[in-house]
């Protein structure tokens, strides 16, 4: 007998359901009864041979940080680098700080660095439970430090890198912004954050109206968290954290957030947003209708992940306006 789908489905539009029924019989189990290693190995990926935009350049890069060296991959935009220091994104992927990896991430950085002139550092921080808060903030700290002192040499302008990620990731880039604001270090000329987790309450109504959501439900969300957090500290977390926590998000860099309509962290990204914006950030705030949480890196996979691109492309674009790629 056919399960009836979840009511939060029913909003989904015709590629996103098509995703949302092919994840459900790839992954019967949830993550959260899976476990960290188990869920990894079913849910890892590799790169094409024939990535959907293709680039001259990729480099594996080594970054020295104080736990040690970690890994990520420089894309370098079309173009000639006679053209001058480029301005740099560094990416963090998501994964619920649990999961994650630099190919799962590898097409949305190709088509960022190709479609903006942006360089793309995507970093490969370390994952929880293994290394709990603070290991990954710690890396993403050290990583932007290293990029601005080694920036002239690949080409990057140290003045204009921003920072981004989508879901885990997007919370390490608010956190990132918080913790150079308080310590009164330069912050990064911008953050772009994708359906970000900034919240530790649980408590705004898209937790409970898509808690059968694709790919992240609330339960699975619960127990990520609780990876990161380390026994004994939910609840208890900082605003580095959890930077909905922060008492003023007053300084912090302008602002990109894209949401998915289909997600249970959706108000949370929502209210975040509204936060800044009365912070007086600068702040753009696009939800994307019909998708869930993960639309943004599936690309060739959802309509909606071209425009989402496209909604970065044209933040950093504004940045920037004088980059151009052999694409435009």
Known sequence: ?????????????????????????????????????????????????????????????????????????????????????RPALLYLHGGGFVLGTLDGVDEVCRAVAARSGWA????????????????????????????????????????MIAVGGDSAGSNLAAALCLHLRDHGLPTPVSQVLVYPPVDDRFSTPSWTQFADAPLLTTA?????????????????????AAPMKAESLHGLPPAL??????????????????????DGVPITAI????????????????????????DVVRHLRGIAPRTTTSTS
């Open 257 to 278: 957030i894209l949401t998915a309509e289909v997600d249970p962290l959706r108000d949370d990204a929502e209210a975040y947003a509204e936060r800044l914006r009365r």
């Open 120 to 159: 793309v550092l995507s970093l490969q921080y370390r994952l929880a439970p293994e290394h709990p808060y603070p290991s990954a903030l710690e890396d993403t700290l050290d990583t932007l430090a290293w990029l601005r002192e080694s920036a002239l040499d690949r080409g990057i302008d140290p003045d």
């Open 287 to 310: 939800r994307h209708s019909g998708v869930f949480h993960g639309f943004f890196t599936e690309v060739g996979v959802f309509t909606k992940t071209e425009a989402a691109i496209d």
């Open 1 to 85: 007998m056919t399960e009836p789908i979840p009511s939060s489905w029913e909003l989904l539009d015709a590629d996103a359901l098509l995703a949302a029924q092919a994840m459900a019989e790839a992954l019967p189990t949830p993550v959260r009864e899976l476990g960290a290693r188990a869920a990894r190995e079913l849910l890892a990926s590799t790169p094409s041979d024939r990535p959907l935009t293709p680039l001259d350049r990729v480099e594996a890069v080594a970054v020295p940080t104080r736990s040690g060296h970690v890994r990520a991959r420089l894309y370098h935009p079309p173009g000639s680098p006679a053209a001058g220091p």
């Open 220 to 240: 699975d969300a619960r127990w990520l968290w609780e990876q990161y957090i380390g026994p004994g500290h939910v609840g208890r977390a900082d605003q580095y």
